[in-house]
């Protein structure tokens, strides 16, 4: 048996898969023509946030480890591979810490349709694929417009099987699946009175069409939010997710389903530098069984990175608005703009940025952060 090891530098890209993984470290390369491979990564991400709620009392200063996480992604041959992820800061059902994120079996039935089984991302919204290490401004999200801890399971990543797709040339990309959907609240804050004695039993069914109008992007699944001058995108996505009594308050249960539309633009050569606009649209409807997570958002981001590096990276200025009107007549809104500082695309990157978030009947909530990711 042949083996070697070799260093990554950048993202490692499953070709037939077309997924850009967090994984940056070495590559075990291994079996006949060395058509098997281990890798291993890791990444983090830590903040330091300055804080008030706007009453008399001293604002707080907290610096936190947000996020620490393992990678192992492997592949067996052209058409198996797989990824193990294992977060130590993940919450966990019964209040601790530290959960497998992702476990899961990817079978590549064509080039262009792959079959995902065990625990992933399940095809919906742009900002919940990116996830926090992927999006505009920092690494940051804070769930407001994409409500994807309810019904989402793990940290936006369910127990299932899903199909994976593209055609026209990658251009047009799906993803349909079921999933085990009354894993909601398992790891999110559940909302007061929530309990699981009414959990269904009734998967959680989850889709995805996209279509990119100008540069195809690489994948469907654990895609990014942001190409950071690397692209000329112009894509518009639609999701949604139902499940039969998947919402459950005390012990009424009733249906679950969201919808969402979302859009990204982004044009290299305006001016010095790339520019980026994203907009998204969410309804959510839980039967009027959990009227706080029943409800409508939006959400919407404005970035723009200089093509020039200043010292080590690129600067990235961005403003994003986040708002969740609840069917409580309760509205969650949040202001942020900074800039990110872009040192080695997302394997690298320092954002400084001011938070402005009001609730109704609430008092406002204003922060000074400054975020830090790293990935390996």
């Not at 890791?42 to 707080?60: C, E, K, P, V």
């Not at 505009?136 to 994807?148: D, Q, V």
């Not at 919808?259 to 907009?279: C, I, N, Q, R, Y």
Request: net charge neutral.
């Amino acid at each position: 048996m042949k083996s070697k090891i070799k260093p990554i530098l950048g993202f490692l890209t499953l070709g037939f898969l077309g997924i850009n993984l967090a994984c940056a470290g070495p590559t075990i390369e291994f079996g006949e023509n060395n058509e098997s491979s281990l890798t291993v990564g890791m990444g983090l991400r830590t903040s330091y946030t300055n804080a008030d709620a706007g009453t008399s009392a001293a604002r707080t200063n907290d610096f936190s480890l947000d996020t620490a996480r393992v990678y192992l992604s492997g592949k067996l041959n052209s058409n198996i591979s797989g990824m193990l992820n294992y977060d130590a800061k993940a919450p966990t059902p019964n209040g601790g810490t530290g959960e497998v994120i992702d476990a899961n079996a990817q079978f590549a039935i064509s080039p262009d349709i792959t079959i995902w089984a065990g625990r992933f991302l399940s095809p919906s919204d742009r900002a919940n694929m990116a996830g926090s290490f992927y999006s505009l401004g920092g690494g940051y999200w804070s769930s407001i417009a994409s409500r994807y801890g309810y019904n989402g399971g793990y940290i936006g990543r369910d127990d299932g099987v899903a199909v994976v797709g593209s055609a026209m040339l990658g251009k047009l990309q799906y993803g349909f699946g079921a999933f085990n959907g009354h894993t909601a609240f398992n790891i999110a804050p559940a909302p007061a009175g929530y309990t699981s004695t009414a959990k269904s039993s009734q998967p959680m069914y989850s889709g995805r069409v996209q279509y990119d109008f100008w540069d195809a992007e690489p994948g469907l699944l654990y895609g990014t939010g942001n190409y950071l001058g690397g692209k000329d995108i112009l894509a518009i996505g639609i999701a949604t997710r139902m499940s039969a009594s998947g919402s459950s308050y005390s012990t009424y249960k009733g249906d679950y389903n969201s919808t969402s539309v979302d859009f990204l633009f982004e044009k290299k050569g305006v001016g010095p530098g790339a520019l980026s606009l994203e907009a998204a649209y969410y309804t959510y409807n839980t039967d009027g069984v959990v009227l706080s997570e029943q409800g409508k958002a939006y959400s919407g981001a404005l970035g723009y990175i200089f093509k020039e590096k200043i010292g080590w990276g690129q600067f990235q200025p961005f403003v994003r608005y986040q708002k969740f009107n609840a069917d409580t007549q309760i509205t969650t809104e949040k202001y942020d703009f900074g800039t990110d500082y872009i040192i080695k695309a997302y394997n690298a990157r320092v954002a400084g940025f001011y938070s402005k978030q009001s609730v109704t009947n609430s008092t406002d909530t204003n922060s000074i952060n400054v975020a830090l990711q790293v990935q390996f």
